[in-house]
T-cell receptor
C-alpha cells in the first residue's frame, strides 16, 4: 500500500521569498516520488522525481526536493518565489504503474 | 514535440446520455493511463493500458465506465448513462514504461459536466 499526505492545503508567500511545500509518504517498498504542478485549467506538469539515486533532486524552474527516508518526507522548496509559481502542487508516490496523489497544495504568490 | 492530447476539452451532457472521451498519447509510448480529478475525491487512478491490453481496471467506478485502446495508440474512455457524480476532469497520461520510476506525461484533460 502507498499513500501521500500533503501537510498544507494552502501556502501563501510574497514574491521573492522562499517556498516550502511539505509532503510525507507511506510505502511498503522503496518508492519513486514525484512533484507535479497544475496551473489553472491546465494539465499536470512534472517538476521533478526521485528514483533512489541522489536524495537531493533538482527540478525545473528552480525547484528542488529532498528525500529523507528516516522522516518519510519529500518536501519541495524554491529559494525565491515568482508570480508564475502560483498554482496547485501535487506530491505523488509510486511503487509500480499506479500513481497515488496527495490532496494538493495551492500556492498563492503576493506581489 | 507533441505531447498528450485529449478531446474534447470540455463536454456538457445531460444525465443519462453516453459520452466518449479521447486520448492521443505521445508517439511511441506503450503505457497509457486514465485518471479522474474531482473536487471531493482528488486525483484517482481509473485504468491503465500496456499496448492494447488493460491489466488493471480496478479504478473504474462502475460498469458504466469502459475504455479501449486500439493500435497501441489512441484510447477512448466511455461513460454510459452518465450521472451527475460523473462530473469531473478526466486526465490521460502516457509513458514509455510501467515501472514505478517511469514518468507519466499528462494531457490537458477533458472537463465533463453532467446536468
Amino acid at each position: 500500500a502507498q499513500s501521500v499526505t500533503q501537510l498544507d492545503s494552502h501556502v501563501s508567500v510574497s514574491e521573492g521569498t522562499p517556498v516550502l511545500l511539505r509532503c510525507n509518504y507511506s510505502s511498503s517498498y522503496s518508492p519513486s516520488l514525484f512533484w507535479y504542478v497544475q496551473h489553472p485549467n491546465k494539465g499536470l506538469q512534472l517538476l521533478l522525481k526521485y528514483t533512489s539515486a541522489a536524495t537531493l533532486v533538482k527540478g525545473i524552474n528552480g525547484f528542488e526536493a529532498e528525500f529523507k527516508k528516516s522522516e518519510t518526507s519529500f518536501h519541495l522548496t524554491k529559494p525565491s518565489a515568482h508570480m508564475s509559481d502560483a498554482a496547485e502542487y501535487f506530491c505523488v508516490v509510486s511503487n509500480d504503474y499506479k500513481l497515488s496523489f496527495g490532496a494538493g497544495t495551492t500556492v498563492t504568490v503576493r506581489a | 514535440g507533441a505531447g498528450v492530447s485529449q478531446s474534447p476539452s470540455n463536454k456538457v451532457t445531460e444525465k443519462g446520455k453516453d459520452v466518449e472521451l479521447r486520448c492521443d498519447p505521445i508517439s511511441g509510448h506503450t503505457a497509457l493511463y486514465w485518471y479522474r480529478q474531482s473536487l471531493g475525491q482528488g486525483l484517482e487512478f481509473l485504468i491503465y493500458f500496456q499496448g492494447n491490453s488493460a491489466p488493471d481496471k480496478s479504478g473504474l467506478p462502475s460498469d458504466r465506465f469502459s475504455a479501449e485502446r486500439t493500435g497501441g495508440s489512441v484510447s477512448t474512455l466511455t461513460i454510459q448513462r452518465t450521472q451527475q457524480e460523473d462530473s469531473a476532469v478526466y486526465l490521460c497520461a502516457s509513458g514509455a514504461g510501467t515501472s514505478g520510476s517511469a514518468t507519466q506525461y499528462f494531457g490537458p484533460g477533458t472537463r465533463l459536466l453532467v446536468l
